[in-house]
């Protein structure tokens, strides 16, 4: 026990031995440590759109892609559609429509601007906080529009300000910016709900366009009847439209976002491809300042074989001494991430790209990853100096010149 309790003590002192090799080498593991746990977090973050999705809320859209229109008149079929039990199919039915705007004087800030019906949109999405007198002035007024907290840090707007929209997908007739008016703006008890979007009355862009581009929606959505099975709802909702002349494609909220997700997923690999290259890059510092110091203390190793260590005894002195370098760098790479990350670019990004990143906090499973990871990384750095010193006759290590 005696002897355990010394080569943990020596390979301790080893390690911080040379103060410059070992600053750097911490340097170095802080690093990469930092840029594979944001890495990680963001690939998580992205997924988490998928947590806070709600599976009693469902999007029916065009059967081939999401960029075909709906009739409008399928709202009204949705709402009067009855269940097999003669109850309604499902509840509050709303519909919105892309709009792809743009404001002239912030046009490389992205954000959902769509419009919507001022009857139903707010209480399909329940969570969204809105008082009473912006939710009366944009139902009444046709110049009126609705923004998330988020957009309106993002562009400086305030209830009350006139704001101007491009849109490449629906030009105005005279050719110049949309003009609305920010009658409220909305905050959200659930991060299911993205507080980056302008929306603005459905009516208002109906009547603008062609006769014949009239009355078409980009999607519906609606809400489950309590406990009734979101699958099974949304086969039912397809089945209504499947003989008509555009058939649809309903999921619930989670699927849907999940969809979304996959056309993105090369993404995604990206991301992981390039976390597990940072492990590499921290396994390649660490097995470096590992060999240069097991070569420059090869001698002192055969003084201990001689003194009576074994064998077994000098491989586990620079294990030991791989894994503590591993684990000191990795753990102050973790407490500077979690400083970056949560309490700085975290909240940046949860505030201005909520869209994307709903969440994006260090997880657990980043931090348990990168505390297994850092001793598994420290025991392959030190495995090779470790066995080949330990299997050296002390003779040839005690004749090597430093």
Request: hydrophobic share 45%; charged share 20%; glycine share 6%.
């Amino acid at each position: 026990m005696s002897s355990s309790i010394s080569l943990w003590r020596v390979a301790l002192r080893n390690v911080t031995r040379n103060k410059a090799r070992f600053s750097m080498t911490l340097l170095a593991v802080c690093i990469s440590v930092l840029i594979f746990m944001t890495l990680d977090t963001a690939k998580r973050s992205w997924d988490s759109a998928k947590e806070v999705s709600r599976q009693d809320r469902l999007v029916t859209r065009h059967k081939v892609t999401f960029v075909l229109s709906l009739p409008k008149r399928y709202v009204s079929r949705l709402t009067e559609a009855k269940g097999g039990d003669g109850a309604p199919l499902v509840q509050r039915v709303t519909y919105a429509v892309w709009f792809g705007g743009r404001e002239p004087n912030h046009e490389h800030e992205f954000f959902q601007s769509v419009a919507v019906d001022a009857e139903s949109y707010f209480d399909v999405y329940e969570e969204v906080e809105l008082s009473p007198e912006a939710l009366s002035d944009f139902r009444q007024n046709l110049d009126a529009a609705i923004i998330g907290e988020g957009l309106a840090r993002k562009l400086g707007l305030k209830v009350g300000d006139s704001v101007s929209l491009q849109s490449p997908i629906y030009p105005s007739a005279d050719g110049n910016p949309w003009s609305f008016r920010v009658a409220g703006v909305y905050g959200s008890r659930s991060r299911a709900v993205d507080t980056q979007s302008f929306v603005f009355r459905y009516e208002r862009l109906n009547e603008a366009l062609p006769a014949r581009d009239r009355d078409q929606v980009g999607w519906l959505v609606s809400r489950t009847p309590p406990g009734a099975d979101p699958q099974a709802t949304a086969r039912a909702v397809d089945s209504l439209f499947a003989d008509s002349d555009v058939q649809t494609l309903t999921q619930d909220e989670r699927a849907f976002v999940s969809g979304f997700l996959g056309m993105v997923s090369t993404v995604l690999d990206v991301v992981t491809v390039l976390s597990y290259a940072i492990l590499v890059i921290v396994l390649l510092v660490l097995a470096n300042a590992m060999g240069l110091s097991v070569r420059e203390r090869i001698r002192e190793y055969a003084s201990l074989r001689a003194l009576g260590f074994s064998p077994g005894d000098v491989l586990r002195l620079i294990l030991l001494e791989a894994i503590y370098l591993s684990l000191i760098g990795v753990s102050v790479g973790i407490a500077v991430a979690l400083v970056i990350i949560d309490f700085g670019i975290g909240q940046f990004f949860e505030q201005n790209m909520s869209q994307f990143f709903p969440i994006f906090e260090v997880r657990p499973a980043t931090l348990l990853g990168a505390g297994v990871l850092s001793v598994l990384l420290g025991l392959l750095a030190g495995l090779v100096p470790a066995w080949s010193s330990s299997r050296l006759p002390v003779g040839a290590a005690l004749s090597r010149v430093s």
